[in-house]
């Protein structure tokens, strides 16, 4: 038997018995990011392709939300700041080296491209807006013609900040659970499948719903590919990295994991969607709301994972 | 100049007297601690080993809670001392995160707190408030850079090792065995 | 990883750091700022540390706002050497403890029942003063008796002697170290004294019986134990407990328990038998020796096997060890050594090896310390007490050198074959709920009392049964009596205060003066104050309270005619025994009616499901005095019961679940205990901390955590030579519910 424990009665708030410094906040604000980065990529993709006419909500009406998203996830980040007064430190320099700054500056700089981008197809959804002043229009005109760049500039910072969401964890290598590279495509691929179905359930066009009902059906299966992936990468990894996959594999996140996440997040709402594509009528709230929760529950037990997943020494 | 220390678990008993004097030393507030005595007990009884350590922040070359900081408030000081900027800590956590040690914690004022050496102290060329309370001595502070500094000569003439450095973190806190 | 490696990544390291982050930034130079620090401009008071009686010397340093920040070691003092312990170290939090008694209480109700109201010091002063003169008049002064541990007994000692008693008991007598004193000074004359006489810097080989050195963190011997293994000394370590110190040690005997005076006797055996004593110190200073041959002929090794399950060949090997290392070999005596009632025979056998192995009064065995002659302030004689405990007791614990503690409580319990029961107690100190055994008569003798006063810092479960409280002030904020205990080289120390007394609190010298007044005893503390005293005191030594106001501790040269170890530097020693010698056969014994040679007896043994409860200490705390203290119980703030694997799997234990224990005599601890399940404890015994389970909910850190082994001693073994109250005879077994609905 080997017995390892702290005699000095070490009780420091949140870090002990097992570390959970990290509460709602992160993920919420994680899936946030994900959820903007998925509706940005799309929008601005189907934008180059010129299909925005064909794809209005996907293209034109959600990033409205895209703010909003991004507000409400700085927000919650800057609920978790602990020294909040201090957090304007945040942007006094760029440390390529702490995805937590390049996130940050990333967020920054997104936040008012998507205003420009929204910009660019208010008149498209609201026949009757009226930006009013001259200088305004003017600026919303130059952006319509750098509308190219700008979704290419898009797409690229929002592939940055969909996977910022999975590489902010997969930094850490002190937590052997989210020491894995496949976080980031993870997280993106999810935050594009929540965008995937929010759009097809906003989508007032068959075709619309049966493209974004489609592209969700691939993204769930890359889902599921990579989880998979996560774990045989885990479990051929160090002793520490196949206990992380064990907790998830027989230990106590087994269960919420394998309901929450791949069962009802992500099985049961593809099973539903391709249900759909075969027109078998389904309530068209239900994979939607599944594929959020699911989203939602991923993030939360995986940073709650990882806090738990320790080096053993 | 690479400040390290070395704790020889021969001599240790586990006391907690490094615990309390860098309490009071460092006004380090009740209910948290930047050290901390682990016991690790081997075997079947009556075959049995017992290793005990003084643990605290490993004052890591390659840090990474500095890597993960995205304001620079940890960072490396004089001799290789890791230490938090109050002033310029935010809050995030991601160095507590980062941490494979568990060194860190959230001061109650907000910030990040953790040992620092007693860096006060060394600048003025005493040792740590931990090291200078042992009553056991088996604790020593020094300069790896320099050959006759009395813990490059027990890191040269007796077994050691370190914390997990296979997390790659290069510690600066060394284990006698 | 080895040297070389280690360099070359050092070497990679510093490279990749200079390039990542500079590493020597010297913008960041990090000279703190001194706010941050309280401590740049600190201003250092001298003081000796109240929390065990080790009494360290040492530093307190005050802040620039005249905050009390942080205790530090005296390096001119033998006791630290410039080092605290833990308790030492966190002897700030007895300061800062916001649950300290604040002002003097005067019980309104019954007692055991915590109604007190505020009394102004007069009050309470002249409340005494009447219970003390009228319990004279009706009984007697002999019958108060005083308990006391720490500094400011001395002032209630002188108290209670002017009045006319001289029954001043400390538990640490009768509870504690009373058997081994008891059987050194039968076999040597001399007892071993506080702080222990032992030379272990310089030994070869130090045996521990029961000693839990590291976790006992008597500051002397712990540092002395490291310096001494740094040399090169081996430990035997013979304990059921595989300790801290055990872990140290180069054998360790996992003794089964109780049987510790088989496993001395079969070292004596094998020592003499294999002509392995010293044939020459014997020769020259010893008494008895033909007949210890005789009388441990037949304790062989394998005899002592059947016995204490330790094989022969390692009885055997363990006694060569010692012999190789003699005379530079210390088979320690222990301190708290009231274990199964013949604990001053165990003690007997002890010394008695110590002088096989020639070990006292040599270097690396037994110093002879020596200590300032100390003069204190002169008073007139104090009148002489018609009675003492002693008189309770006809013919019992006739070798008794201080008073019981124990046997003061049971002459308080009111019975018809004495005439005179205690009626008054003064208890400075001491929580005797926690610190006598068999509670049930603890209390059912303070029932009996006529007058109870309490002087504490801490609101104690002793205090809840006092008719009157007197709220100390921390030993941080009081001047005490100069320290002068004997050690290698004489030394004095001075405590003084470092800040002003928090709350309605005072120093017991001021206290003990002011009740001395009310009743018309003042000119017993002639002085004006402590300063005045302290003056005169140092003055005759020829020092002054400026002068140990700046030292703190003042070393004195040993006459010449008195050597550190008199076995090596004199020709001729006679010893203060009967004989003049070493007595291997104790005549003081003998002629008292005990065995002059000590014998072994088989003790009880756990009954089937029932587990030998064992008890000890935890460096952190001593006992109920640290029970509450802010920066101790940060480090625990609970005990645990230790609890052998396969007793755990037999019961289906959990680690760090709570339950009951229950003793041999249907009593269950009043508070729930974690278990704590480790391959360091026997699987006939369990083990646990003394000094938790505090059930005064005005400590609000001690309250309710943890169980206290004081709950489940109700069994004591009473050693017949000196009243010594063996506690290590009960037996434990495990309850998952709360006692009250089962046990009665």
Partial sequence: MIEEIITSGRMNPEIDPVLHVWGWEIPFYLFLGGLAAGILIFSAYFTLRGRQDELPIAVKWMPLSVPFLIGIGLISLLLDLSHILYAWQLFTNIRWESPMSWGAWTLLIITPLSIAWIAIWMEDIFPKWDWKFDEVKTVVKWLKEQRRILAQILILLSIILGMYTGILLSAFNARPFWNTSILGPLFLTSGLSASAALIAYFSKTELEKRLFTRIDIILIGIELFMIVHLFMGHLAGTQVHIQAAQMFLGGAYTVPFWTFVVGLGLLLPVSLELLELKHKFIPAIVPVVLIIAGNLALRFIVVSAGQASRWLY | ?177 | MNRREFIKIAGVGAGSLAFATPLFDFSKEEILAPDAHPGMYSKRTPTYCEICFWKCAGWVHTNDKGQIWKITGNNDDPHSNGRLCPRGTGGVGMYTDEDRLKTPLIRTGERGKQVFREATWDEAFTYIADGLKKIAEEHGPECVALFTHGSGGKYFGDLIKAYGSKNIAAPSYAQCRGPREVGFIATYGEGVQSPERVDIRDTRCLVLIGSHFGENMHNGPVQEIAQATGKGATIITVDPRFSTVASKSKFWLPIKPATDMALLLAWMHVIINEDLYDKEYIEKYAYGFEDLKAHVAQMTPEWAYGITTIKPEVIRETAREMANASPRVIVHPGRHVTWYGDDTQRLRAVAMLNALLGSWGRRGGYYYPAKVSFKSFPHPAFPKPARSWKDAFPGKYKLAGLALASGICDATVPSSERDCSFKGWIVNGTNLIHTLPNQENTLKAIDALDLMVVIDTMPMEITGYADVILPECTYLERYDNIRVGPHREPTIALRMPAAKPKYNTKPAWWMAKGIAEKMGLGHYFAWKDIEEKLEWELKQVGSSLEEMKRLGVKKFQRDDDDPLYPMEDLDDFEFYTNTGKIELYSTAMEDEGYDPLPKYTAHEEPPYGYYRLIYGRAPMHTFSRTANNPNLTDLMDENSVWVNPKVAQEWDLKNGQYLWLENQDGVVSKTPIKVRITERIRFDSVYMVHGFGHTNNKLTRAYGRGASDADLITKVHIDPVMGGTGMRGNFVTFRFEAGKELSS
């Avoid at chain 2, 995205?70 to 809050?91: K, M, N, W």
Wanted: with cysteine; glycine share 6%; net charge negative.
């Fill in chain 2, 1 to 177: 100049m690479r400040y390290a220390m070395a704790v020889d678990t021969q001599k240790c008993v586990g006391c907690n007297d490094c615990v309390v004097a860098c309490q009071t030393e460092n006004d380090v507030p009740i209910g948290h601690c930047r050290d901390w005595i682990v016991e690790v007990t081997t075997g079947t009884y009556p075959d049995l080993g017992l290793e005990i350590r003084s643990e605290r922040c490993n004052h890591c070359a390659n840090a990474p809670c500095v890597r993960t900081c995205p304001t620079e408030a940890s960072h490396y000081a004089a001799g290789g001392i890791v230490l938090v900027e109050e002033d310029e800590c935010i809050g995030c956590k991601a160095c507590i995160t980062s941490c494979p040690y568990d060194a860190r914690f959230i001061h109650p004022e907000g910030y990040v707190d953790k040992c620092t050496f007693c860096i006060h102290r060394v600048e003025k060329g005493q040792n740590p408030a931990c090291v200078s309370v042992c009553p056991t001595h088996a604790m020593i502070f020094g300069n790896l850079d320099d050959p006759n500094s009395d813990i490059s000569k027990a890191m040269a003439t007796r077994k050691w090792k370190s914390l997990i450095p296979e997390a790659g973190t290069e510690p600066k806190v060394f284990y006698l065995l």
